[in-house]
C-alpha cells in the first residue's frame, strides 16, 4: 500500500508537471527557439529509467549487502551468542509487527549494523562482531531495536521511491539543458552532436549533486524515527547508552560499502555545507533528541 500510494502520488505530480509546461507554453518557447523537445514524452521516458534503477537496487539489496559485507547468515546457531541474536530479534520484529528478518553477522572491528531488505517482512538485519564484542546486551538490543524500526518504518522502500524520483528529474532537466544548448549554441539541426552529450553528462552530474541533499535529508530525518523507535522497543536508556558508545568509537573507520552507509546505525556526521551530504545527523543531535523525547 505505501509503495502504491507513493507511486501514485509521484504519477500525479508528474501529470500536473506535464500540464503545467503546456499551460505555461514552453514547449512553443522552445520550438521558437530552435528546440525541438517533446517534454510529455520525456519526462516519462526519465520516470521509466529513474525508477528502474531505483528498483532494481532495491530488490537486489539483500544480495549485495550479504556479498558486501561477507556476512554470515544465521539458519542454525552455532553458539548461545547467535541464539541470543536471533531470539532478539524475533522477539523485537514480533512487537514492531514485522515478519522475522534474516539474521547476520559480518566480520569488521568497528561496531555497526544495518538493516536492508525490498519489504518489511523480508529484510536482513545484521551486526558486526566488533559491536558484538564490545557493546553490552542492553545496547546491542538498542541497536537492533532501531534496525527493526527502519524495517517497521519502511525506510528502505520509501528512500528507493525517492531516489527514484529524484533520478528521473535529474536526467530531465539534464536532457533539457543538454538538448537545448546543442541546439542553440552549438546550432545542430538533426540529431545531436558532441555538445548534447558533454552538456547533459556535466549537467547530470551537477544536478545530481544538488539533489542528492535531497536524498540526504530524508536519510538523517529518518535515523531520528529509527532511534524513537528503537527506544521504545528497548528502552529509552539503552538506546542513549547505544548512541553513546557509537559515539565513543567515532574515530574508528567506516566499514560498510559505500551503497549500504545510509543502512548502517553509526556515522560520522558533521556540520557545515558537509552536513547537507551525510546520511546521518551528529550522534550528538541523536542523543540529545531522545533526551528530550
Not at 79 to 91: A, G, I, M, P, Y
Not at 268 to 273: D, F, I, P, V, W
Request: aromatic share 8%; glycine share 10%; with cysteine.
Amino acid at each position: 500500500m505505501r509503495i502504491l500510494l507513493f507511486l501514485a502520488t509521484n504519477i500525479a505530480v508528474m501529470v500536473l508537471v506535464s500540464l503545467v509546461f503546456n499551460l505555461l507554453g514552453l514547449e512553443g518557447i522552445l520550438s521558437t527557439n530552435g528546440v525541438d523537445l517533446n517534454l510529455s514524452s520525456l519526462l516519462i521516458f526519465c520516470a521509466l529509467f529513474g525508477f528502474l534503477g531505483s528498483f532494481v537496487s532495491l530488490l537486489a539489496s539483500k544480495y549485495m549487502a550479504k556479498r558486501g559485507t561477507r556476512a554470515h547468515i544465521i539458519e542454525t546457531p552455532r553458539n548461545h551468542e547467535e541464539q541470543w541474536l536471533l531470539d532478539t530479534v524475533k522477539s523485537l520484529s514480533q512487537e514492531a509487527g514485522i515478519g522475522m528478518p534474516e539474521v547476520g553477522v559480518f566480520p569488521s572491528d568497528a561496531a555497526n549494523a544495518f538493516a536492508t531488505g525490498w519489504n518489511r517482512n523480508d529484510a536482513l538485519v545484521a551486526v558486526s562482531t566488533g559491536l558484538m564484542r564490545r557493546f553490552e546486551e542492553g545496547e546491542v538490543r538498542a541497536v537492533l531495536a532501531h534496525e527493526i524500526g527502519h524495517v517497521a518504518n519502511g525506510d528502505m522502500i520509501t528512500l528507493t521511491l525517492i531516489q527514484g524520483v529524484v533520478n528521473t528529474f535529474v536526467m530531465f532537466f539534464a536532457r533539457i539543458i543538454g538538448h537545448t544548448v546543442d541546439r542553440v549554441i552549438f546550432k545542430t539541426e538533426r540529431g545531436y552532436g558532441i555538445g548534447y552529450y558533454v552538456v547533459t553528462v556535466l549537467a547530470q552530474i551537477v544536478l545530481g549533486i544538488l539533489a542528492s541533499t535531497i536524498v540526504m535529508w530524508f536519510s538523517r530525518h529518518r535515523e531520528f524515527r529509527a532511534d524513537a523507535s528503537g527506544a521504545q522497543l528497548a528502552g529509552s536508556g539503552n538506546m542513549t547508552a547505544a548512541l553513546q558508545r557509537l559515539k565513543a568509537e567515532q574515530g574508528l573507520s567506516e566499514d560498510l560499502p559505500g551503497e549500504l552507509t545510509a543502512f548502517g546505525i553509526r556515522s560520522g556526521g558533521s556540520r557545515g555545507l558537509d552536513a547537507l551530504f551525510r546520511s546521518h545527523p551528529p550522534l550528538d543531535d541523536r542523543i540529545r533528541a531522545l533526551r528530550n523525547a
